[in-house]
């Protein structure tokens, strides 16, 4: 079964999208912040991820940066409130992981059709 | 003389009175030589005729003499009377350097006045004045300037180097160059008063020059922006705090509707199980006020960064008929709702733009969203796009109830809705052309409508052909809303991401 983690510091948000994943067949994993992500990253070992950029504690740049560090690969999608231009996304796509954005609020079945198409990549 | 007979003499006589009467007084009787009574006559005859011969050339002697004094006198007349016309003349001419001194005496009057009125004005001016010579040593002051240096009297400061009156730092050179390319500066410096104390003033310095662009002074005026620029620092701070709070509002408003969008579209795909015809039509009433609340919010949003020049642009070459094509599918299903056409025009050969295509779509959509709800069922709405010189003009035409004309210059305003009751009955907080004309002002174009109430409205803007240099750097320029602000270092998303 294809694992999803998702992270998310709101907790109504973070259920929902665990819902909709478990709808769609996917196994899913909750953390709510970087630090807790980061510890289970390596337990779940998922697929995919969905990252919201906006969180108290560890900023995305420190997460990413932990990641690289353990030589993990794990594809992610960022959750944002803005849009990006070609230089920032060329930015981020350089600090690995990250495959793709999605700006809140998402149509749920847009969210899905771009885990599954990040996935198939 | 010839002795001749007496018949002859006698004759002779005769002929000589003739001559005598006629005028001719040049023949003489020749005498007989008898010496009786006809020599006698004849003698005497001679002597008359000689008499009246001299007295007549005394008399044209005489005549001569009168005709050369006559001469005379009109001679002398003549010169008096060009000596009277010189006098007449030099009368006239008095009398004109008299009006020219009376006139150079009011003017020097007037002179002497206006130099006390601006002595005055720069003795009573709030501005500090100095004035320096062409070698920068100060030779004039006005109270104003003693007072905010905190000097007691000029003596204290004439003859002083005028630099010597504010921290030079590395504007020396600048100030310099630009008095000698441009004749002035003007800019912001900071002061050194008497006590050491230090205070920001605005400058405004320009040389003084005479007849052969020789320098003869330097004047300066200073103005203590210490107030003004502590309104600006609290008007940067209350920006932030505003963008600040606009950013997380936005944030904390769109992550619960995040999570009301999914759930409503979860429940209405049925993924959480079956509901009836009645739920799927209160979920969609619910879906549809979701997506008016964000997109109020996404519009509060532009016009906050809008006005505080925040606005992020991502320019991208642009094909024109895919865009506009774009942005009108996405009006197609809110247009046949009313049974409206949506009619495009776009001009053949137009070049791609580089502008951001997602915001200039946005332009679009307000417009077209606009005109869709004050058209009547089964109108027509055109959109056109053309090339005219160094522009690409954008027309949205429509044939509702169009816009009065003392309305038409504050539909752009923030906020603004032509019939309050009519709007909110359509929906929209009068938000949408506001941003629009942020937006193509943003990108170097020009907005503006033509209306008449009761046939419609056309809205024109354009966008230049020729990119603007920088969409963010050039944004800064322009003062969309009237309120000059700077540029926010806003913390958010944005952080998270730029190399540091």
């Not at chain 1, 948000?13 to 665990?18: A, G, T, V, Y």
């Not at chain 2, 969409?471 to 700077?486: A, Q, S, T």
Request: hydrophobic share 40%; net charge negative.
């Amino acid at each position: 079964m294809t694992k999803i983690m998702i992270v998310d510091d709101e907790q109504d948000l973070r259920e929902m999208i665990d819902l909709m994943m478990k709808k769609e067949g996917f196994e899913t994993e909750m953390a709510q912040d970087g630090m807790e992500f980061l510890e289970k990253i390596d337990v779940f070992q998922p697929d995919i991820v969905t990252l919201d950029v906006m969180m108290p504690g560890l900023t995305t740049k420190e997460i990413l940066q932990q990641l690289r560090e353990k030589n993990n690969n794990t594809k992610i999608i960022l959750l944002t409130v803005v849009r990006y231009s070609e230089e920032e996304k060329a930015q981020i796509i350089k600090m690995g992981n990250i495959v793709d954005y999605i700006t809140k609020p998402f149509d749920f079945e847009e969210l899905i059709d771009r885990v599954k198409f990040s996935l198939s990549q | 003389m010839d002795k001749i007979s007496e018949k002859d003499c006698i004759n002779e006589m005769i002929e000589t009175i003739m001559n005598v009467a006629r005028g001719d007084y040049s023949a003489q009787i020749k005498l007989t030589g008898k010496n009786d009574e006809l020599d006698s006559l004849a003698m005497g005859i001679n002597m008359m005729v000689d008499d009246i011969k001299n007295n007549i050339k005394q008399i044209e002697k005489e005549r001569e003499k009168t005709v050369a004094r006559t001469k005379e006198l009109e001679a002398n007349r003549k010169q008096l009377d060009e000596k009277v016309k010189i006098l007449e003349k030099n009368e006239l001419a008095t009398l004109n350097i008299m009006e020219d001194l009376q006139r150079t005496i009011e003017s020097l009057e007037k002179a002497e006045e206006e130099m006390k009125i601006k002595d005055n004005a720069i003795n009573s001016s709030i501005n500090g004045i100095v004035i320096a010579n062409n070698t920068g040593n100060i030779t004039y002051v006005n109270p104003s300037f003693l007072r905010m240096w905190g000097y007691k009297d000029k003596k204290e400061v004439l003859g002083k180097a005028v630099v010597k009156l504010w921290q030079m730092k590395g504007e020396y050179m600048k100030i310099i160059d630009a008095m000698r390319d441009k004749g002035g500066w003007v800019g912001e410096l900071i002061a050194e008063r008497a006590d050491g104390s230090i205070f920001p003033a605005q400058v405004s310095s320009h040389l003084v020059t005479n007849e052969k662009d020789e320098i003869v002074s330097i004047m300066i005026s200073f103005v203590d922006i210490t107030e003004r620029k502590k309104m600006e620092e609290q008007l940067r701070k209350l920006d932030r705090i505003k963008s600040e709070f606009l950013n997380v509002t936005s944030h904390e408003l769109r992550t619960p509707m995040s999570a009301i969008k999914g759930y409503v579209q979860m429940v209405l795909k049925q993924t959480l199980g079956e509901i009836t015809e009645e739920q799927k039509k209160a979920l969609n009433v619910v879906l549809r006020n979701t997506d008016r609340l964000d997109n109020l919010i996404r519009d509060i949003l532009d016009i906050s960064r809008l006005e505080s020049g925040t606005m992020k642009f991502i320019p991208e070459e642009t094909d024109i008929t895919k865009m506009v094509n774009e942005a009108v599918e996405t009006m197609k299903s809110s247009a046949e709702l009313k049974n409206i056409k949506i009619k495009t025009e776009i001009g053949e050969k137009l070049p791609n733009l580089i502008i951001d295509q997602e915001r200039i779509k946005q332009v679009i959509i307000n417009i077209v969203n606009n005109a869709i709800k004050f058209s009547s069922d089964g109108s027509i709405i055109n959109v056109r796009a053309k090339k005219k010189e160094e522009d690409v003009w954008f027309e949205i035409q429509d044939f509702g109830r169009g816009i009065p004309k003392e309305k038409q210059n504050k539909i752009f305003d923030t906020f603004y809705q032509v019939d309050s009751g009519m709007d909110r009955k359509f929906g929209g907080a009068g938000l949408g052309l506001s941003i629009s004309r942020g937006i193509v002002l943003s990108h170097g174009g020009k907005i503006s409508l033509e209306s008449e109430v009761g046939k419609g409205s056309t809205f024109y803007f354009s966008l230049p052909v020729k990119p603007v240099e920088d969409l963010e750097d050039r944004f800064k320029d322009i003062d969309v809303f009237g309120i000059r602000k700077e540029k926010n270092n806003l913390k958010g998303e944005k952080l998270y991401f730029s190399e540091e």
